[in-house]
């Protein structure tokens, strides 16, 4: 099956200091799996913060971003310095695009304490 | 802008009762989601839904029925609920398509089931 590991499931980092939380992914069935990166505030669903549909390639929204690497299967997060106002919980996720419709896989999610 | 709604936000149940957690897009996206979070678990896919009268199972469908009666509408029913179904549901659109799909999620539902 499809799988999304975070190793960690929490991270506190002081505010103006760099950040990197670790995912890596697992598939027997998706040559090129969509890689996602979602966020979701306190109180609040889900939002998308970034995407990546193509091995090699990075994504970057508000200061984070993350590189699809197709030979380590891993799609790390960072960002050089961080704010308060990111404390939240970040998934990262795999998506299908193969047969039978679209289905996405999260992982487990790392939430991320800003210290001011 | 893209909203999800879901209701109601929290729910107490009792164990054998029926639970109806419903969902409505604004999107007009054909896919529809029913997700779980538990601690130390990622989202799990319940049910989902490529359209109006159609449900597909998920990952984990055991103990769940789902219901999509309009492109708008898609519930998670749970006939008799038990407390290992205590947890958060989020419900989520997406367009059709296969490619750099955004899924856009409700604020979920925080079932406590007795």
């Known amino acids: 099956g499809d799988s999304v590991t975070q190793t960690e499931g929490q991270v506190t980092v002081s505010e103006s200091k760099s950040l990197i939380i670790n995912c890596t992914y697992s598939?027997?069935?998706?040559?090129?799996?969509?890689l996602f990166w979602y966020v979701r505030y306190p109180g609040e669903g889900l939002q998308l913060l970034l995407k990546?549909?193509?091995?090699?390639q990075k994504g970057s929204s508000r200061g984070f971003e993350a590189t699809y690497n197709k030979e380590t299967t891993s799609f790390h997060l960072q960002k050089a310095s961080v704010q308060e106002s990111d404390s939240a919980v970040y998934y990262c996720?795999?998506?299908?695009?193969?047969?039978?419709?679209?289905?996405?896989?999260f992982g487990s999610g790392t939430r991320l304490l800003v210290s001011p | 802008e893209a909203a999800v709604t879901q209701s109601p936000r929290n729910k107490v149940a009792v164990t054998g009762g029926k639970v109806t957690l419903s969902c409505n897009q604004t999107?007009?996206?054909?896919?529809m989601y029913w997700y779980r979070q538990d601690t130390g678990h990622g989202l799990r896919l319940i049910h989902y839904?490529?359209?109006?009268?159609?449900?597909e199972k998920g990952d984990i469908p055991d103990g769940y029925k789902a219901s999509r009666p309009s492109q708008e509408n898609f519930s998670l029913i749970l006939e008799l609920a038990t407390p290992s179904q205590t947890s958060v549901y989020f419900c989520?659109?997406?367009?059709?398509?296969?490619?750099?799909?955004?899924?856009?999620f409700g604020s979920g539902t925080r079932l406590t089931v007795l």
């Open positions: 989520a659109s997406g367009p059709l398509g296969v490619s750099a799909e955004t899924l856009y």
């Open positions: 598939t027997t069935s998706i040559a090129y799996p969509n």
């Open positions: 990546v549909i193509t091995a090699g």
């Open positions: 996720a795999l998506g299908d695009p193969g047969t039978g419709g679209y289905k996405v896989v």
């Open positions: 999107n007009n996206h054909n896919n």
């Open positions: 839904s490529y359209g109006a009268g159609s449900t």
